[in-house]
């Protein structure tokens, strides 16, 4: 198809199911996600309405702002919200959450897997199993984990799982997908507060089992962002997940090289823990490092975290020895000293 052929033609069938294929394989899942029409920020809102309920307790845990931010959202449909947060420099360990459940005996459980704002990644496989235990409904913001971790949605037991491609991916931010468990689609249905012909209605979007078609298709999927994601994910394939898991890992690994090396400190306490697309400076009164704005991929906290840290970003495109390499220098002009010794630490642990 042409380009100019590309921008008019509506999406067909045989792309949306390539589409709903590709997504699936990288999620490990033999069951359609639901694609969503926007943003990945609209499907974390629309898997917390759509299992909000009065007489509902779920514990959501929250390692970073949009953690906080679905805990209103369950909120707001009447749930009774049991937080557990930890300081936004550390991630939540399996006894507190284990803990959390004993105590309120929650339905459900909610959590980011990664965390890019504070450089953080929650241990996601010994949380599921900890929510296995219990039997309890599992909903995980996978925006900024998939590609740069894994996820295996089936073999772990993930209900919900919410994912973006404008992360490791290297994709488009115009249309996201939820990967649901038949379970979460019973958990959905048998909630009557579940919204419906509504923006919000995953249930409105659910692919049917017998072929007919859900409330709402393809008609409100943009037909561009739908096509671009397509792209991305093909390349993906082509790639490999597991090289570009590999890719952000050996990223975060020379990241953290050079800021040693520059006599610097992740802000992140656990090395165990932290998210292989952003890495964390702690900025601790070190004037230098107050930026305002971003310089390339390095980047201010953003919201509460702002004078704290810095963020490198090196997720996407970016998970490549190059960015890397002219973060370190910019850290090293920022502090004044000379990058040479920072980016032969860079390049001994990405290992070329
Ligand atoms: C980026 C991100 C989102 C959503 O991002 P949008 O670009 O607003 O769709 C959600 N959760 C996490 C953890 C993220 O990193």
């Known amino acids: 198809m042409s380009p100019e052929h590309n921008v008019h033609v509506p999406l067909s069938v045989d792309e949306y199911n390539k589409l709903t294929q590709l997504i699936s394989t990288i999620l490990f899942t033999e069951h359609p996600p639901v694609i969503i029409p926007a943003e990945a920020i609209l499907g974390i809102e629309a898997v917390a309405a759509g299992i909000a309920a009065p007489g509902r307790t779920i514990v959501n845990i929250v390692t970073g702002p949009y953690g906080s931010l679905f805990g209103k959202w369950l909120e707001r449909g009447g749930t009774t919200v049991i937080e557990v947060k930890v300081p936004f420099d550390e991630v939540v360990t399996g006894d507190q959450v284990a803990s959390a459940i004993k105590e309120f005996s929650p339905c459900a459980l909610s959590f980011v897997q990664a965390e890019v704002v504070t450089g953080g990644s929650n241990p996601a496989k010994e949380i599921f199993k900890i929510a296995k235990e219990f039997n309890l409904i599992t909903v995980t913001d996978s925006v900024s984990a998939v590609g740069g971790e ?18 490791a991916l290297a994709g488009p931010n115009g249309v996201s997908a939820v990967s649901i468990s038949p379970r979460g689609w019973e958990f959905l249905e048998s909630n009557k507060n579940a919204p419906r012909n509504s923006i919000l209605s995953l249930l409105d979007l659910r692919p049917s089992l017998d072929g007919t078609a859900p409330l709402r298709v393809a008609p409100n999927i943009p037909t561009l962002e739908a096509r ?5 994910l093909t390349r993906i394939e082509e790639e490999g997940l597991e090289q570009i898991i590999q890719r952000h890992e050996r990223a975060a690994a020379a990241t953290l090289a050079g800021i040693e090396s520059l006599g610097l400190e992740p802000w992140q306490k656990d090395s165990r823990h932290y998210s292989t ?3 964390t400076v702690r900025i601790a009164g070190k004037q230098d490092l107050q930026i305002e704005k971003p310089i390339g991929i390095v980047a201010p906290g953003d919201g509460e975290l702002f004078g704290h840290l810095l963020r490198i970003n090196h997720f996407g495109t970016n998970a490549a020895r190059k960015s890397v390499e002219e973060a370190i220098s910019t850290l090293a002009e920022l502090l004044k000293q000379v990058p040479d010794q920072a980016l032969q630490a860079v390049r001994l642990a990405w290992g070329e």
């Open 228 to 232: 671009a994601l397509i792209l991305a």
């Open 150 to 167: 894994a996820l295996l949605v089936d073999e772990w037991g993930v209900d919900f799982a919410v994912i973006g491609a404008q992360k």
């Open 277 to 279: 697309l952003t890495t």
